[in-house]
């Protein structure tokens, strides 16, 4: 089953020459799924990489990249925004460059027993690091008007209202155990209208987004990231949706102009910038990327540099 899984690495080019590889230096993969970023840093620069997943089936591939850069890589299971205690634990103070790319991999998408997908029946799990309660859990449980804000939210539905009523009508029924219950309740609840895509994506979106805590992940990660990075290092942030896209853009103008885009982020006590923006508008798959990997179609990349202004967030303890 594992060898036979495959994730075509998002943006590749792109995000090596944004992270500037430097010899010696020391880069975080965030989200190291199954090794695409980590092993072409590694093979393109005599550097070390530190990379991070909280899903268990990162560490069978990254164990595998192990065996070939046992002095280079070490890998961490658990959140991102974990890292500052990762680097702790490795004594590593300052970093040259961190990447982030978020969202799932194609092997959470196309297992169907991680229950991610609504393209394929499984388990209504949708865990990235398969611990905690499941989606099946968290629909049995949730209030309706909730569950109405969080599809609304964090899936941008505006059938959203719709949908929920839909499946706290149908749970009341038979308890929804599998992606393509879910899906179907879905589909019911929306008018029939053409569109290109499933009209189940925007609620599994919302669900996988809620119950994985992606929102206050990628903030503190990002935050986490800033603090990590020694001047002149590299913020790479590859993202997928338009909820992701536009907290990375807060974040970087954030720390350039100290104003207060998010009302999630801190106020920032100083002036001086802590980040340089690198891409004024966000890096696209070219036509060629979208044609080989479809999945790469709403990847926006964003690059940031670190001045040697002192982090807006304050220093790790
Ligand atoms: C798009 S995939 C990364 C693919 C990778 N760049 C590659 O080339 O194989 C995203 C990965 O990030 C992981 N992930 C998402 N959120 C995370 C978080 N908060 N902490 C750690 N890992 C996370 C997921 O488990 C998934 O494996």
Do not use: W
Request: aromatic share 8%; with cysteine.
């Amino acid at each position: 089953m594992i060898d036979k899984v495959v994730h075509i690495p998002v943006l590749l080019d792109e995000v090596i020459t944004g992270l500037s590889l430097t010899k010696d230096e020391v880069y975080v993969d965030a989200t190291f799924g199954l090794g695409g970023y980590s092993k072409s840093i590694l093979n393109n620069q005599n550097c070390k990489v530190i990379a991070i997943d909280r899903d268990p089936l990162a560490k069978v591939f990254a164990d595998s990249l192990k065996k070939s850069h046992a002095d280079r890589f070490y890998f961490k299971k658990g959140r991102f925004s974990e890292l500052g205690k990762f680097l702790n634990e490795l004594k590593i103070y300052k970093v040259a460059g961190v990447v982030f790319d978020l969202g799932v991999s194609s092997p959470q998408l196309d297992i169907k027993d991680r229950g991610f997908s609504f393209k394929l029946n499984g388990p209504l799990d949708m865990r990235m690091s398969s611990e905690g309660p499941t989606a099946e859990d968290f629909l049995d449980q949730v209030e309706e008007n909730t569950l109405a804000n969080i599809i609304y939210e964090l899936g941008d539905e505006v059938y959203s209202r719709r949908i929920a009523k839909n499946i706290v009508n149908q749970r009341s029924f038979n308890k929804i155990k599998t992606t393509g219950q879910l899906a179907d309740i879905v589909r019911s609840a929306i008018p029939k209208k053409k569109s290109r895509i499933d009209p189940a994506t925007k609620t599994f979106q919302a669900i996988r987004i809620y119950l994985n805590d992606e929102i206050k992940e990628l903030e503190e990660g990002l935050i986490a990231a800033e603090k990590a990075l020694k001047p002149e290092g590299r913020l790479v942030v590859v993202s997928f949706h338009s909820i992701e896209d536009k907290i990375v853009k807060n974040f970087f103008y954030k720390c350039l102009r100290n104003t207060s885009l998010s009302r999630h982020l801190p106020e920032l006590p100083e002036k001086k910038p802590s980040l340089e923006i690198l891409t004024k508008k966000p890096i696209l798959p070219c036509a060629k990327e979208i044609y080989i990997n479809k999945r790469s179609r709403s990847a926006k990349l964003r690059i940031a540099k670190r001045t040697r202004f002192s982090s807006s967030f304050g220093e790790f303890a």
